[in-house]
């Protein structure tokens, strides 16, 4: 592999690796609040697709050809209707299971899971939709042995990525949002004896998480095109995994962790198959649990006696 390709595949794995750090903010906001995994927090990611195709169409039927109209809109219509899903799975599945054992709840959300993927393949069909281009063209560098090309669709995707976590990362350290998540993360019992309405602290969390997951589902359909109702599981899994490798509880890791894999994923597809990536995904997971399984930024959890 020469030099123009190696960096075309960190580029490619750079964007790639951005998806899965905003998806991995759900998976690792939800553990370092309550604990638990929500799995069915892929699917979220899948159903912002569905409807940032749907957002598209009726934008367009209605005659606006604006591409920041149309990806404001499409921005501000997804998070909306996906931080609905967020807080009603939180409702549904997770509150009234919350004194309960720590598998009824994950049992409930992979319950979830099930449904929304049914849900959707019922409503909006089996097989694999799309949406038109929006944004085309692209950066090129030459270069002596090649050259590196960068799509403005994935620059649109690393520098929004970035944002959003620069953006999430000042709320969680500086705003009386993030002090309450702070508190009931270390201790629920005493936050609530302090005053802080923890319910609403969770569903909150909820909420954020299947924002940024929203994020990541519109700008991976403008970029892929591409999509069906089974996308969250894989993707699900994969962003679990980013959230393992950079330590999962923990903001900067979950991001870290999406770069990482990602760049590791696009090498992989790159020197050896493109046909064996998530077999390489799903290897590093199971490599990590076994050698490091606080992640890369992780703290080892103190049992409080």
Same mark, same amino acid.
């Given at each position: ?123 909006? &069909? /089996?097989?694999?939709? *799309?949406?038109?281009?929006? #944004? +085309?063209? %692209?950066?090129?560098?030459? @270069? ?108 900067? &890791? /979950?991001?870290?962790? *999406?770069?990482?894999?990602? #760049? +590791?994923? %696009?090498?992989?597809?790159? @020197? ?34």
């Amino acid at each position: 592999m020469d030099l123009s390709t190696l960096l075309q595949q960190l580029v490619n794995g750079l964007a790639l690796g951005s998806v899965y750090g905003l998806i991995a903010i759900g998976y690792t906001m939800v553990y370092g609040i309550i604990g638990m995994i929500n799995f069915a927090h892929g699917d979220v990611y899948m159903i912002s697709a569905y409807v940032t195709a749907i957002v598209i169409a009726l934008l367009t039927f209605f005659g606006i050809e604006s591409f920041p109209i149309i990806l404001l809109g499409t921005l501000f219509f997804t998070i909306l209707i996906n931080s609905a899903y967020g807080w009603t799975i939180e409702r549904l599945a997770y509150r009234p299971l919350r004194q309960s054992t720590r598998l009824a709840p994950l049992i409930s959300a992979i319950g979830v899971s099930l449904v929304l993927q049914n849900y959707v393949q019922i409503s909006q &069909g /089996a097989r694999s939709q *799309g949406v038109p281009t929006l #944004m +085309s063209g %692209s950066f090129r560098l030459e @270069m002596a042995e090649g050259f590196i090309q960068v799509s403005y669709t994935q620059l649109l995707i690393i520098v929004v990525a970035l944002l959003g976590m620069a953006l999430l990362t000042w709320i969680i350290q500086s705003t009386r949002l993030g002090r309450e998540c702070r508190a009931t993360q270390q201790d629920r019992k005493m936050a609530m004896i302090l005053g802080i309405n923890t319910d609403r602290v969770i569903s909150t969390v909820f909420v954020i998480g299947a924002a940024m997951a929203a994020l990541a589902g519109t700008l991976v359909t403008l970029n892929y095109g591409t999509f069906d109702f089974y996308i969250g599981f894989i993707i699900g899994i994969k962003a679990f995994t980013a959230a393992v490798l950079g330590g999962i509880g923990s903001l900067p &890791g /979950a991001m870290l962790g *999406g770069i990482l894999l990602g #760049m +590791s994923e %696009s090498l992989f597809s790159g @020197m050896v198959n493109t046909d064996y990536k998530d077999v390489f995904a799903f290897s590093l997971l199971v490599l990590i649990m076994i050698f490091r399984p606080t992640g890369l930024l992780g703290k080892p959890e103190v049992e409080k006696v």
